[in-house]
């Protein structure tokens, strides 16, 4: 084996080319398996305009609904992130019509209890949990709900960081509740009045403001282009 | 061969390494990396424009086509307005909702327009965090100093002052807002090493600075009920007899209708190039990264600065097949993940430039020093259970959910195992021409992000963007709003069109090009049949 040889990965998936049966929105087509769903859309000709975005996981665009060969078990997934195979089952998930409350997050007098105004349903909360099997992110989103209830804000922020706003806890909520929404709410209220001003970033804007760093700024900038490529080499 | 046995070689040689510094390379030496490897120096990839106002001027091929191409519009459309407004903001990522609440909140009436969704940018998928010098040992004079030494010192120097300067009253906004930054135990800003930074300024929420900072911003959006124009993409700006801009032409991608907006002033904020895979590079950027505002803006007379420079980040995923091009962090080497080549050895200091490191990588790979996946694609290791190793076990996770979930999805643990990486097509240094105020030389014409050019220089620095979103939106907005009260909505005309039409007919391009291109043409046609006669 030559040294080159030896550095080459497998990859099943582009080895064999290998076709696979797949449905599209109740509609049967045959697509190499391993590709993603979205590239699946591609492949099979159709237009993407809604249901992509960033292709990279994090802006919710893509929220899916699947189902594998088989099992009745409808999942969601990201499409831009899921592979398919064979005997899948998948429909891109509409925009959801839910509710988002409208806030001034700065002037809110009491966050806690403000929730209750903004989102009423948030208490309403059967417990079912089908938010939480929902979630592409496997965020406990059901917990996450009643810890907002109860005015814990800062673990609420703390599990939803990884939410990317797809929404798909939304419509299988029984009480009506946009679980996504309601912890962007907490969140923001958390950042906004829950958690403690950063003393070093005020006084560096005081410094910027009394002209601190003028003298240095006029010297730095006085240079000429040689002094300067000196000068930023000396930063280190 | 199976991954895990070729990655055996990155456990084998950890302890090694972790003993080992490398300095960075002297600056000849980087030099002639970068002028060798770099594909900013790959002369069959470029060609001078043919017109317009960066005539003779070089770039990239894909790119000339498209500033050359020909409006979607015709000379003597209907321009009888749907929507008029004080200010309208063309695109919704970081820059377009910065531009928009500040405009929104100087007290001007403001539409914001963007071809997808509200969000749907590369603002969202920003992981290494976000430029601000507020720790003590640090001062903006020196992320002054690191970006231009960054840039290769050809950064506008106005422009950079500008940027470093209103950093820290950008993020007490932020944080104003409630976006969560991650903290130190006296609930100071944490800030972590970025590469080519000399100090610690990188502010992150996790792996998420982006996401968290967008989710909030478009919340801020909505909450203020500035009208928004979603699934609108801009075909064409406006023009009056003085050539000042006076509006937009839209194509309503639901019911493919044509929608004219008359407004006081545009602030274009339409993003990056990724999509364009300029020299077939694949791409960490999101869909509609197509550099719509630059070909808007080029057809309006606006000049381009640095156009012939892009920014290929190193770590960009080789294996799996479907992640390619997807960004792996450069946090990972921040926190010092190592690259490491087939034969077990590193490389490149980690921190060095992303100009310089992709050189390196290239290099490694063209030498036969990669390591090779059955689809014909070539990368190098980046050594991410050198964290835990480093640092304690659970670092990646706790580090780097994203990245971590990511990889899951497809089988793939990277805090035990390392990824297979190469540059992907990232972002754009260049852009469209602006002052500090972030005005193009089109009167009433802004722009601002990453279709702006001149502050990055010839080479961005991580953490640069979002703070150049953030403050040049700001910049654009302000302007823009301040002008609203004393300037009279201007003619809606297409005469810049006539004009521009006139120099390609002089110039023979009938290249029947359309652009701005919208969105990549990924759907497959059907394959030819023969048919009878």
């Not at chain 1, 992130?81 to 959801?96: H, K, L, N, R």
């Not at chain 2, 835990?388 to 990646?396: I, L, N, R, W, Y």
Request: charged share 20%.
């Amino acid at each position: 084996m030559t040294q080159e040889d030896a550095n080459v990965i497998d990859q099943p998936e582009v080895l064999r080319h290998k076709m696979v049966s797949i449905e599209i929105s109740g509609k049967k087509y045959e697509v190499p398996e391993g590709i993603t769903v979205i590239k699946a859309l591609w492949y099979t000709g159709q237009e993407v305009v809604r249901g992509a975005g960033c292709l990279g996981g994090f802006c919710g665009a893509c929220a899916t609904y699947y189902r594998t060969k088989d099992d009745p078990k409808v999942r969601t997934c990201l499409a831009c992130q899921m592979a398919v195979e064979d005997g899948m089952s998948f429909t891109i998930m509409p925009p959801f019509p839910a509710r988002k409350a409208l806030y001034d997050i700065q002037t809110l007098k009491d966050p806690k209890q403000e929730l209750f105004n903004l989102y009423p349903e948030a208490p309403l909360c059967r417990n079912c949990n089908a938010c939480t099997e929902a979630c592409p992110q496997k965020i406990d989103v059901r917990e996450g709900v009643w810890k907002a209830v109860f005015g814990d804000f800062k673990s609420v922020s703390e599990m939803f960081m990884d939410c990317v706003m797809c929404g798909m806890c939304t419509p299988v909520c029984i009480a009506d509740i946009a679980p996504n929404l309601v912890a962007l709410y907490v969140s923001r209220a958390q950042g906004a009045h829950f958690t403690e001003k950063p003393q070093g970033l005020e006084t560096r804007i005081k410094e910027i403001q009394d002209g601190r760093f003028k003298e240095e700024w006029n010297r730095v900038l006085a240079m000429n282009e040689k002094e300067l490529a000196d000068h930023c080499a000396t930063v280190t | 061969m199976d991954i895990h046995a070729l990655q055996q070689i990155v456990h084998q040689t950890r302890d090694a390494r972790r003993q080992q510094t490398l300095p960075k390379f002297p600056s000849e030496a980087r030099d002639q990396l970068i002028h060798t490897y770099h594909p900013d120096y790959r002369a069959s990839a470029y060609r001078p424009i043919r017109f317009g106002p960066n005539v003779n001027d070089k770039t990239v091929l894909e790119l000339a086509a498209l500033l050359e191409g020909d409006s979607l519009i015709a000379d003597h459309a209907d321009l009888t307005p749907h929507y008029t407004t004080d200010v309208l903001v063309v695109g919704g990522g970081g820059a377009g909702c910065a531009a928009a609440l500040h405009a929104h909140g100087a007290g001007a009436n403001v539409i914001l327009a963007t071809k997808l969704r509200l969000g749907d940018s590369n603002s969202v998928m920003a992981q290494g965090g976000m430029q601000i010098s507020v720790a003590p040992e640090d001062s903006p004079v020196t992320h002054f100093l690191d970006t231009l030494k960054g840039g290769h010192m050809q950064n506008d120097h106005e422009l950079l002052k500008v940027m470093v300067e209103e950093g820290p009253s950008i993020a007490k906004w932020l944080i104003g807002l409630g976006v969560l930054f991650d903290r130190q135990a006296d609930g100071n800003l944490h800030v972590k090493k970025g590469g080519g930074s000399s100090k610690p300024r990188l502010l992150t929420c996790s792996d998420y600075t982006g996401l968290e900072i967008m989710r909030v911003l478009k919340d801020e959006v909505l909450n203020q009920k500035i009208q928004i124009l979603e699934f609108c993409a801009a075909v064409e700006l406006l023009s009056d007899d003085n050539g000042h801009c006076t509006g937009a032409i839209f194509k309503d991608l639901d019911n493919h209708r044509q929608v004219v907006v008359a407004a006081k002033s545009v602030i274009l904020a339409t993003g990056g190039i990724g999509r364009l895979h300029i020299q077939g590079f694949p791409t960490s950027n999101h869909y509609g990264a197509t550099g719509d505002g630059l070909c808007l803006s080029y057809r309006m007379g606006a000049k381009l600065d640095h156009i012939d420079t892009f920014q290929y980040h190193p770590s960009g995923a080789v294996y799996p097949e479907q992640l390619i091009g997807a960004l792996v962090t450069e946090g990972i080497r921040s926190e010092g993940g190592h690259l490491v080549n087939a034969k077990g050895e590193r490389f490149v200091n980690e921190l060095d430039t992303r100009d310089v490191v992709s050189s390196s990588i290239i290099r490694e790979c063209e030498e036969g020093r990669g390591i090779r996946t059955m689809s014909g694609r070539v990368g190098v290791w980046l050594d991410t259970p050198l964290l835990d190793a480093e640092h304690g076990p659970g670092t990646v996770e706790k580090h780097f959910p994203a990245m971590m979930m990511q990889f899951e999805r497809f089988g793939i643990d990277i805090s035990k195992d390392p990824v297979l990486i190469y540059p992907t097509l990232h972002y754009q240094n260049g852009g469209v021409k602006i002052d500090t105020n972030s005005e193009t030389n089109v009167k009433n014409l802004f722009v601002a992000g990453e279709a702006s050019g001149g502050l990055h220089g010839r080479n961005r620095l991580m953490g640069n963007s979002l703070l150049d979103l953030m403050v040049f939106g700001k910049r654009s907005g302000m302007t823009a709003a301040s002008r609203a009260a004393s300037l009279q909505q201007g003619k809606l005309t297409v005469n810049h069109l006539q004009r521009f039409r006139a120099d390609a007919r002089k110039h023979g391009n009938s290249s029947g090009v359309i652009s701005p291109m919208i969105l990549p043409a990924y759907t497959r046609k059907e394959p030819e049949r023969t048919t009878n006669g």
